[in-house]
């Protein structure tokens, strides 16, 4: 008799399904596909369901007996929708970040193709009709938006997605608009037809000396694996330097990938590269609709469009003709996922490179210490551009000591002389302070009560002009209470947000036009967009805002930045927050002074001579990252050792923390391993459940991960498991 688990079953298809169980299922082929690949798409039943999912393996044996085995009820694609490389790097990262294959082949797809779209579809187009011509040649009285959306349909014979992106989310309403007038035609071609587009270059500036050492090196390495660190002073001319390795990459009939950290900074990159290149560009964010995202995913698979810009998931988009992968602002935080798929866009984009064998550029004025280790150890070429681009210089900075200088509304009297003092002379202003609302709480000096937060471990912050409390960390809300429901004496918020920082600015500098910028202005698509613009123009001169100004926007007129409470990260708890306040702290400031217009920057501190800030004041950025890489050495944290995170959540503190222990009581064995924990979170309950957390340390990155690979199994068998919340995060970012 035949054993069951090696019996031949016909062709089989392992298949990949979106759900949080660590495994592949075995299905029958239908019949009659022959000719089904890995990275296909197939329907097969799940329970009651049937499910979409992806072709791992094809197989003739299974160790699923004969009897138990179903029948997949279609298959969708006569290509795959994830090619050889492609799947290849979504099961390295499953495997590495130790999490379900299906969820990540999920996440490497656009929606519309998880939900069985088809892969090749029509794109749309759109042109002047003879209609619009003709009332377009009466020079009628048009609205800016119209007109900016008329005078590139004048320009082109046809207008696409990227260059509606372009225009922002208001052309979409407005191009809506003028096709019901009958003065814009839509219309649609097929995508496969399309042939590749060579850009046409527009001007460009002459390279500095370090640019144009940094360009040679990236294009010499065309056609082959190699990584380069790109580390440059704000303001030094990074984007240049990537623009001219991608005109060479492109000029050769190669795509490039460009990956940028945020949302925001999307429309800025996009409108730089169409200044350069005639050509279609790809775009993928979250923010685009459903339909959009997989039309800009088909044109960059298609090859048509030879540069592709996209947040932390298009390291998953693919390409025709891969040619350079660029990496702007390779320090920042959001290229690591920090809910459900835990992967490192940054790190997978590196793997991607090898694999591919094109060279990646990680581009940053304040690389992460990761980063700057592997350029130390000459596993990066690390190319610098120690200065600015035109005449500015480095700006000048000023730490203002809060100790011995009054505040005014949260401003120190040094920092409004020389808000006045830039003001009087043309400059714009940028304040920047990393909390938003209006206090970050509301405190009765009669008994000391503070409003919580009845879910979490926290004060509730002031939203004056909203008249709410607002939880930052799970979203409750309530009214603003006219007393203390303690001692009913009257309520004071305390402590400053950017809404009472723009509520003073409006005090101390009366008449003068301010724009904030954080979670709270900035909801919908093309909002930042459309305050960026009033930036440019020049109609605001003072710009306040938290960590989204931080993010490399370009505004050559301001000429002083300040940083107020700078002192927020000096004592944080993770071993991380150094870095971080240090990044933010630099990168803000490199938004003074532009082009030939010097800057200056202003440090509010309470803490004036913390050594963080003496180093960062007298020797920059650099200064700061060797004496902190020398600190993780000798502390044996990241880079010098790996780490995984075991977190677990539950409606009850004990089942938290019982899991954990269960979970350290299964370990195998820990030889060149350390278990930290388990401990309660920093914040411990949050969202009205109670967080815990076991850290795993190693020096070695194999060590780690054979023990991961051991152990997690196990821990998932745990009849504890049942009534927590689990996750492993490897390589985390957050600690606490």
């Not at 019949?31 to 197989?59: C, D, K, Q, W, Y």
């Not at 998880?114 to 048009?142: D, M, N």
């Not at 001692?487 to 918020?493: A, G, V, W």
């Not at 440019?536 to 930045?561: A, C, W």
Request: hydrophobic share 40%.
């Amino acid at each position: 008799m035949t054993d069951p688990a090696t019996s031949p079953a016909g062709l089989i298809l392992r298949v990949a399904l979106d759900t949080p169980l660590r495994r592949l299922f075995d299905y029958r082929a239908p019949a009659g596909s022959n000719h089904v690949l890995p990275g296909m798409r197939v329907e097969v039943p799940f329970g009651r369901r049937t499910l979409l999912g992806i072709v791992i393996e094809v197989t003739d044996r299974s160790d699923i007996p004969e009897a138990r085995l179903r029948t997949a009820a279609s298959v969708i694609d006569t290509e795959p929708v994830l090619d050889t490389l492609l799947l290849g790097l979504v099961r390295f990262a499953a495997d590495y970040y130790h999490h379900a294959i299906g969820e990540a082949c999920a996440t490497a797809l656009p929606s519309g193709l998880r939900e069985g779209r088809p892969l090749h579809a029509l794109e749309p187009r759109w042109r002047l009709s003879a209609t619009g011509a003709a009332a377009v040649a009466k020079q009628p009285r048009l609205g800016h938006r119209q007109r900016a959306l008329i005078d590139l349909l004048t320009a082109r014979s046809e207008m696409d997605l990227t260059d509606l992106e372009v225009l922002g989310e208001s052309a979409r309403s407005t191009l809506r608009s003028l096709i019901g007038k009958g003065w814009v035609d839509a219309y649609e071609v097929p995508c496969e037809a399309i042939t590749p587009v060579t850009p046409i270059v527009g001007p460009k500036p002459i390279p500095t000396a370090a640019q144009a050492q940094a360009i040679a090196a990236i294009t010499a390495s065309l056609g082959g694996f190699a990584p380069f660190l790109l580390h440059g002073v704000t303001g030094s001319g990074k984007t240049e330097v990537y623009l001219r390795a991608i005109e060479e990459a492109v000029a050769a009939g190669r795509q490039a990938l460009v990956l940028v950290p945020e949302i925001a900074l999307t429309p800025q990159a996009v409108s730089r590269f169409r200044a350069r290149f005639d050509a279609p560009i790809a775009i993928l964010h979250s923010g685009l609709t459903d339909t959009d995202r997989l039309a800009m995913w088909r044109l960059a698979r298609s090859g048509r469009a030879p540069i592709v810009i996209g947040t932390r998931s298009a390291v998953f988009v693919p390409l025709a003709r891969p040619g350079i992968v660029i990496i702007d602002e390779e320090h920042d935080p959001s290229y690591k996922q920090q809910e459900g798929f835990r992967y490192s866009a940054r790190d997978l984009a590196v793997l991607r490179a090898q694999r591919e064998q094109v060279p990646i550029v990680l581009g940053s004025a304040t690389p992460s210490l990761e980063t700057l280790q592997q350029a130390q150890a000459q596993r990066y070429r690390l190319l610098s551009l120690p200065e600015r681009a035109g005449a500015a210089g480095v700006p000048r900075t000023t730490v203002v000591d809060l100790r011995v200088h009054e505040e005014r509304h949260g401003i120190a009297t040094p920092t409004v002389m020389a808000i006045e003092r830039h003001l009087a002379a043309g400059g714009q202003v940028l304040i920047y302070l990393n909390r938003r609302g209006y206090a970050p709480t509301l405190f009765c000096p009669g008994c000391s009560w503070s409003a919580p937060c009845e879910s979490c471990d926290a004060r509730m912050t002031v939203h004056m002009r909203r008249q709410q409390l607002v939880c930052h960390h799970c979203g409750a809300q309530a009214p603003v209470p006219f007393a203390c429901p303690r001692c009913s004496n009257e309520l004071r918020p305390v402590g400053q947000g950017t809404e009472r920082i723009e509520d003073g600015l409006d005090e101390l500098f009366p008449g003068v036009p301010i724009a904030r910028i954080d979670r709270d202005t900035i909801q919908g698509r093309g909002e930042i967009e459309q305050a960026l613009d009033r930036v440019q123009s020049g109609e605001v001169r003072i710009l306040v805002g938290t960590q989204m100004l931080t993010k490399g926007h370009d505004f050559p007129d301001v000429t002083l930045v300040v940083v107020l409470n700078a002192d927020q990260g000096l004592f944080g708890t993770d071993f991380r927050a150094s870095e971080r306040l240090a990044q933010s702290i630099v990168q803000v400031s490199g938004r003074a002074g532009r082009a030939s217009r010097p800057g200056e920057v202003y440090i509010q501190s309470a803490c004036p001579d913390h050594p963080l800030l003496q180093r960062l004041v007298g020797e920059g950025y650099d200064g700061f990252a060797d004496s902190a890489l020398a600190e993780r050495e000798a502390a044996g944290w990241p880079p010098y050792s790996r780490l995984a995170l075991l977190r677990a959540d539950a409606p009850e503190r004990a089942d938290a923390l019982a899991f954990l222990e269960a979970a350290r009581d299964v370990t195998p064995s820990l030889q060149g391993l350390r278990l930290l924990g388990p401990v309660a979170s920093v914040m411990e309950r949050r969202a009205g459940r109670y967080r815990a957390q076991l850290l795993v340390e190693s020096r070695q990155r194999t060590t780690l991960h054979r023990f991961l690979a051991a152990w997690l199994p196990q821990v998932e068998a745990l009849p504890q498991a049942r009534r927590v919340r689990w996750s492993v995060d490897v390589d985390p970012l957050d600690v606490t």
